[in-house]
């Protein structure tokens, strides 16, 4: 016979948020228990959820829809400054939270993505992705250089992998990164030529968080945008302007060897470590855009009527609203269990420390 009592159950119940509708939103959102999430997390929560609704959403048709506007850089600042900013390893900034988990990080994109598209607020998760390679691989030098300011919000870092002839195939990126010394001062620099294409947030950019092969292979390498040599055009999209994605060329860049990310060679596994967070942020996104679907296809479901009843009464109808939710709540269940392992079983620094290079 099971032990407890029938009011057990309730232990792990948190305040609700948000439409109750089931699979609406997040099941610890509705009242159900959840062995993840506490009062710290609600707290969190709610007040995303109040800047997102007040600060982002009555404007994110405008900043989506009407080119060339963008949403305002200075909503980065004001992430930061209202202690959201739990992306960032604590200590890396004065004003990140503390206190903060994996858990916060995934409310965080969760609740931004609410937004209506990735456009809205895109280049702080492009930050995100971008300054971790300075953070765990970089010098001193390096993250004096960038970190500070991106953190608190004044400057953005981009990544700047892909190419037209190597996208997902990173090993095979053709831009080059060859050492040279200068006879006129005699320090070493890296000069830089080839193309990079689909890099988020370029347009915006201060620095870049580049992949180049050098001679002992790919190697990180950070390059501020403000160098001579680099052409940044922003290419045309489907989706919207808010942010967008650009095309580099890059001509005799000449760059201070001092930037350097980590050791010369070592790149690749910087990228592939680098990875694992990269798709956590986008997997979080891609689900909050499908529940948002999932709302949107029941709520008009209920009100339309066909054939003498409402859409929710035909049995196709329902089997399709049931198929998406379980996606959903699958997807939700993985990101969970990922962050779990993250946070207890392979905590970030233990993974940096057994990076061998």
């Not at 990126?173 to 001062?185: E, L, Y």
């Not at 950019?205 to 940044?232: K, R």
């Not at 050791?263 to 694992?276: C, D, Q, T």
Request: proline fraction near 6%; charge should be positive; charged fraction near 20%.
């Amino acid at each position: 016979m099971a032990s407890g009592t029938n009011n057990d159950w309730k232990k792990g119940v948190l305040a609700k948020c948000g439409n109750q509708i089931p699979f609406c939103e997040p099941y610890w959102y509705q009242g159900l228990p959840s062995p993840y999430y506490n009062a710290s997390h609600v707290e969190f929560r709610d007040k995303l959820r109040k800047f997102v609704n007040e600060e982002i959403q009555p404007y994110a048709d405008e900043w989506l829809e009407n080119p060339p506007h963008q949403y305002p850089k200075e909503l980065h600042e004001r992430v930061y400054h209202l202690g959201l900013a739990c992306f960032y390893p604590e200590g890396a900034a004065p004003g990140v939270p503390s206190g903060t988990d994996t858990f916060h990080e995934l409310i965080l994109w969760d609740e931004l993505s609410r937004s209506g598209g990735s456009g809205v607020l895109g280049q702080l998760a492009i930050n995100s992705m971008a300054i971790p390679p300075v953070l765990n691989f970089g010098s001193r030098f390096l993250k004096e250089m960038v970190v500070k300011d991106v953190i608190e919000g004044r400057k953005n870092i981009s990544l700047a992998i892909s190419e037209p002839t190597a996208g997902s195939d990173v090993q095979n990126i053709k831009t080059t990164a060859k050492k040279i010394k200068d006879p006129s001062n005699g320090k070493e620099y890296y000069v830089i030529n080839g193309q990079k294409k689909w890099i988020t947030g370029g347009h915006i950019a201060d620095f870049f968080t580049m992949a180049c092969q050098t001679e002992n292979g790919i190697s990180l390498i950070l390059v501020p945008a403000s160098v001579p040599g680099i052409n940044i055009r922003k290419m045309r999209t489907q989706f919207d302007s808010s942010h967008g994605t650009t095309f580099i060329i890059l001509d005799n860049v000449k760059v201070p060897a001092n930037h350097l990310i980590g050791v010369e060679g070592a790149g690749l596994m910087y990228i592939l470590y680098n990875f694992n967070h990269e798709r956590l942020v986008i997997a979080v996104q891609a689900c909050r855009s499908a529940r948002m679907c999932y709302e949107e296809s029941i709520q008009e479901a209920v009100k339309r009527r066909t054939f003498g009843k409402r859409l929710v009464s035909h049995q196709v109808i329902r089997a399709k609203l049931a198929e998406m939710a379980r996606r959903i709540s699958h997807y939700m269940i993985i990101a969970n269990e990922l962050l779990l392992c993250l946070r207890q079983v392979y905590p970030m620094q233990s993974l940096v420390e057994n990076v061998p290079f």
